[in-house]
């Protein structure tokens, strides 16, 4: 039983499920998201949850090598219906340079789960046992 959970929750934190976790490294979205707090992610896996989107939803998307968490404070649309989402962290003065294209979203806070680095950082360590 030990092993098949230990299998599930990896399954969870490589995101296997709709459902992962994503670890928050910078304090752009504080004060609601610090640095150290946990994320869950809802993956956006239809084409139609991109139109469910709405300003005010915060976000998980891919810019180059680096993973952002960022507000949608506006969403734009061409002519042809091609959306874009123009985002801010909380803690930042201005709107993030780029908007968002659909593609690049991987998919919706839905939890904060604060300090799991605590946890995270104490989980990695090498366990020494005393040899008596």
């Given at each position: 039983?030990?092993?098949?959970?230990?299998?599930?929750?990896?399954?969870?934190?490589?995101?296997?499920?709709?459902?992962?976790?994503?670890?928050?490294l910078t304090g752009s979205m504080e004060p609601g998201i610090k640095p150290?707090?946990?994320v869950i992610i809802k993956k956006i896996s239809e084409e139609e949850d991109?139109?469910?989107?709405?300003?005010?939803?915060?976000?998980?998307?891919?810019?180059?090598?680096?993973n952002i968490t960022h507000r949608i404070i506006k969403i734009e649309e061409d002519s042809a219906g091609n959306l874009q989402f123009v985002t801010k962290g909380d803690n930042n003065k201005s709107e993030d340079v780029q908007p968002v294209m659909p593609n690049?979203?991987?998919?919706?806070?839905?939890?904060?789960?604060?300090?799991?680095?605590?946890w995270h950082f104490w989980s990695k360590q090498e366990k020494k046992f005393p040899i008596t």
């Open positions: 039983a030990q092993f098949f959970a230990s299998i599930m929750f990896y399954w969870f934190c490589i995101g296997v499920f709709p459902i992962y976790p994503n670890v928050i150290g707090d946990a991109i139109y469910k989107l709405a300003v005010g939803d915060v976000i998980n998307f891919d810019r180059g090598e680096i690049d979203i991987n998919g919706t806070v839905i939890k904060t789960v604060p300090k799991v680095e605590f």
